[in-house]
């Protein structure tokens, strides 16, 4: 099968349809292709998205795919002294992936896209030392697409990275690896607040979230940082809920209705993303907070910057690596900053040990913990001289080093 494009998308999660849905809105001819056949299962997400932030707010969320509003969250350090953040209204969703995607790609054929699910890309296609679309395989049956441009929209194993040679790999230390349930019976406080637990003991570089989804039905789960710590994400999550006081006492007659492994790439974004006719967005360019883990928010954002650069270098005839590096320079106006500070403040909130992680929580409030991990400055230095300190204060010179503390 030979088909020709404009503009080809390879990879159908929130990166890939946000690209296709930005670019139609710009009047141009997108075809969207997933190696799945139901695209959005099985789920590897926590299924979180703020309001706020690198958010959503370039789409429309698929009303149908909001399972619980969320306020805030609360946030747990090694011995469990609480942070809490929460605003009067509703300030993110827990939503369900396998609907949240499915509708997005639906919304990207309503604009005016084509879609073919079910296409496994597995090499590039070249005309005159150029790339000129894909190859994959579909049914069994060979599949040639020519485009003018492909974006790479297919997540943390990128495949079109791999090929274009952007990203021969995401390194082992810069993976992170999940571990999910999905589980009833979870006694759970607030289901309009997101819980997360720290420490080295809990999970290595991550934390273990509680994710309501209903007043009993939770997502529990954790990442670890790649070649972290002495057992897999499997074992630190079973350890969380068998023996960690809070883990124990929330999943008491929790019973798990689902389980799901996946990985992360926390190591920021790849140093290129574009060359002649082709671009990265999302998991695939790297675009994940590297504290957090969200990644949904950045690949809608960068996403639709993409899909625009696409279809304005389509139409002027010029989609040299030169003309689509305005998607770098418009994504890295927004967040290339944040990136690098919050690797930074990751590489600290690592080496931290977890007595100073529960002298952090202390003098932290929840409007601090927003505002850090947006890379913007807190004011909280006062109140930890107060305290006397020597270890927190060094830890809260470093922030200001990183421009994170007043
Ligand atoms: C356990 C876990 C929990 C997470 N929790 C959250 C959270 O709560 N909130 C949040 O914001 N982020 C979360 N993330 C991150 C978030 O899921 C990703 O950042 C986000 O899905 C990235 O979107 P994307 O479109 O770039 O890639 P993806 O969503 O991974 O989509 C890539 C698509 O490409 C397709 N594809 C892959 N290879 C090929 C190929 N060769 N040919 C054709 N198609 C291909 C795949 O089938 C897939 O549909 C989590 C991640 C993990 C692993």
């Given at each position: 099968?030979?088909?020709k494009?404009?503009?080809l998308?390879?990879?159908a999660?929130p990166?890939?349809?946000?690209?296709a849905?930005?670019a139609?809105?710009?009047?141009?001819?997108?075809?969207?292709?997933?190696?799945?056949?139901?695209?959005?299962?099985?789920?590897?997400?926590?299924?979180?998205?703020?309001?706020?932030?690198?958010?959503?707010?370039?789409i429309e969320?698929?009303?149908n795919?909001?399972?619980?509003?969320?306020?805030?969250?609360?946030?747990?350090?090694?011995?469990?002294?609480?942070?809490d953040?929460?605003?009067?209204?509703?300030?993110?969703?827990?939503?369900?992936?396998?609907?949240?995607?499915?509708?997005l790609?639906?919304?990207?054929c309503e604009?005016?896209?084509?879609?073919?699910?079910?296409?496994?890309?597995?090499?590039?296609?070249y005309?005159?030392?150029?790339?000129?679309?894909?190859?994959?395989?579909?049914?069994?049956?060979?599949?040639?697409?020519e485009?003018?441009?492909v974006?790479?929209?297919d997540?943390v194993?990128?495949?079109i990275?791999?090929?274009?040679g952007?990203?021969?790999?995401?390194?082992?230390?810069?993976i992170?690896?999940?571990?999910?349930?999905?589980?009833?019976?979870v006694k759970?406080?607030?289901t309009d607040?997101?819980?997360?637990?720290?420490?080295?003991?809990?999970?290595?570089?991550g934390?273990?979230?509680?994710f309501?989804k209903s007043e009993?039905?939770?997502n529990?789960?954790?990442?670890?940082g790649?070649?972290?710590?002495?057992?897999?994400a499997?074992?630190?999550?079973?350890?969380?809920?068998?023996?960690?006081?809070?883990?124990?006492e929330?999943?008491?007659n929790?019973?798990?209705?689902?389980?799901?492994?996946g990985?992360?790439?926390?190591?920021?974004?790849?140093?290129?993303?574009?060359?002649?006719?082709?671009?990265?967005?999302?998991d695939?360019?790297?675009?994940?907070?590297?504290?957090?883990?969200?990644?949904?928010?950045?690949?809608i954002?960068?996403?639709?910057?993409?899909?625009?650069?696409?279809?304005?270098?389509?139409t002027?005839e010029?989609?040299s690596?030169?003309?689509?590096?305005?998607y770098?320079?418009?994504?890295?106006?927004?967040?290339a900053?944040?990136f690098?500070?919050m690797?930074?403040?990751?590489?600290?909130?690592?080496?931290?040990?977890?007595?100073?992680?529960?002298?952090?929580?202390?003098?932290?409030?929840?409007?601090n913990v927003?505002?850090l991990?947006?890379?913007k400055?807190i004011?909280?230095?006062l109140?930890a001289?107060?305290?006397?300190?020597?270890q927190?204060?060094?830890?809260?010179n470093?922030?200001?080093?990183?421009?994170l503390?007043?």
């Amino acid at each position: 099968m030979e088909i020709k494009t404009d503009l080809l998308v390879v990879g159908a999660g929130p990166g890939g349809t946000a690209t296709a849905i930005s670019a139609l809105k710009k009047g141009g001819k997108v075809l969207i292709i997933d190696r799945k056949t139901h695209v959005g299962i099985p789920v590897h997400c926590g299924e979180a998205i703020g309001k706020t932030g690198p958010s959503i707010a370039e789409i429309e969320i698929p009303e149908n795919a909001i399972v619980n509003p969320i306020r805030g969250f609360r946030i747990y350090s090694p011995n469990l002294t609480k942070v809490d953040y929460a605003k009067p209204e509703p300030d993110g969703y827990m939503i369900d992936r396998r609907i949240f995607d499915k509708e997005l790609l639906a919304k990207a054929c309503e604009t005016g896209a084509e879609a073919f699910v079910g296409v496994n890309v597995t090499e590039l296609l070249y005309k005159n030392d150029q790339i000129s679309g894909i190859v994959g395989r579909r049914l069994g049956e060979k599949v040639e697409i020519e485009a003018k441009v492909v974006v790479g929209a297919d997540g943390v194993n990128s495949t079109i990275a791999k090929l274009s040679g952007l990203r021969k790999s995401v390194k082992i230390k810069d993976i992170e690896s999940c571990a999910q349930y999905e589980m009833v019976n979870v006694k759970i406080d607030d289901t309009d607040l997101l819980e997360f637990y720290l420490g080295k003991q809990v999970s290595p570089r991550g934390y273990v979230w509680v994710f309501p989804k209903s007043e009993n039905r939770a997502n529990i789960g954790l990442g670890i940082g790649g070649g972290m710590g002495e057992k897999t994400a499997f074992h630190y999550l079973q350890d969380f809920i068998k023996h960690n006081p809070r883990g124990k006492e929330i999943c008491k007659n929790a019973k798990a209705i689902e389980f799901r492994v996946g990985a992360l790439p926390m190591g920021g974004p790849n140093p290129k993303n574009v060359q002649d006719n082709l671009m990265l967005v999302g998991d695939a360019a790297g675009q994940v907070h590297p504290i957090t883990g969200g990644g949904i928010g950045y690949a809608i954002v960068c996403g639709s910057i993409a899909g625009e650069v696409a279809v304005e270098a389509i139409t002027e005839e010029d989609t040299s690596e030169e003309a689509l590096s305005l998607y770098e320079e418009r994504w890295q106006e927004k967040y290339a900053k944040e990136f690098e500070q919050m690797l930074k403040l990751q590489k600290l909130l690592t080496e931290a040990e977890d007595p100073l992680l529960d002298k952090l929580a202390q003098v932290l409030t929840g409007q601090n913990v927003i505002e850090l991990t947006a890379g913007k400055k807190i004011g909280v230095f006062l109140k930890a001289a107060a305290k006397g300190d020597r270890q927190l204060l060094t830890l809260l010179n470093q922030l200001r080093h990183l421009q994170l503390v007043q």
